[in-house]
């Protein structure tokens, strides 16, 4: 006879195996449950084609849009940004970064009646212009601010 314990331990691997074979065949992966990114946005070289991707169009007009970031990063891999706008129907909102490789960093699609207000950290492979763009109604609007990547922080 078999004992109690041994038919425990055999059960747990048989059901073990199992799981680990359908996770290799990829049958439980959860791709219903991710979410949808735009990759083409962010994975196009060059200012003008991550705003033609994102926008739909490389000219977006100054507008009512605020960007706060350090005129000095100390640390070009966490460089804390924050982008506010007062306008009506704001949808979305984007940050760019004018010399990254990739120059689209964040793009952000809001709830109707949510409040134009993001933040959070991004990374710049070296001084340059970071952009934010609201889109408001069926228009885009953006503003510009220029941060030196330092090492240290000492300078510019």
């Given amino acids: 006879m078999i004992s109690t314990k041994r038919r425990v331990f055999l059960k747990g691997t048989l059901a073990a195996g199992t799981v680990g074979v359908a996770v290799g065949a990829g049958l439980l992966a959860p791709s219903k449950l991710l979410a949808a990114w735009p ?3 962010f994975g196009a ?5 991550a705003f033609e991707a994102v926008t739909g169009s490389s000219d977006i007009a100054d ?3 605020t960007l706060s970031a350090p005129e000095i990063a100390e640390n070009g891999a966490v460089v804390p940004v924050s982008v506010e706008s007062s306008l009506d129907n704001v949808t979305e909102m984007a940050v760019f970064v004018e ?3 990739l120059p ?3 793009h952000y699609v ?3 009646g949510a409040h134009a207000n993001i933040s959070g950290r991004i990374r710049m492979g070296e001084s340059s212009n970071v952009i934010a763009a ?3 109604g069926d228009t885009w609007y ?3 601010q220029e941060v030196k990547v330092t090492v240290g922080g000492c300078g510019g």
């Fill in 99 to 101: 010399l990254n490789n």
């Fill in 39 to 41: 990759s083409e946005a």
């Fill in 63 to 65: 507008g009512d849009v």
């Fill in 142 to 144: 953006k503003t510009v």
């Fill in 104 to 106: 689209l960093v964040a």
């Fill in 110 to 112: 809001l709830a109707d």
């Fill in 45 to 49: 070289e060059g200012l003008e084609a």
């Fill in 134 to 136: 609201v889109k408001s």
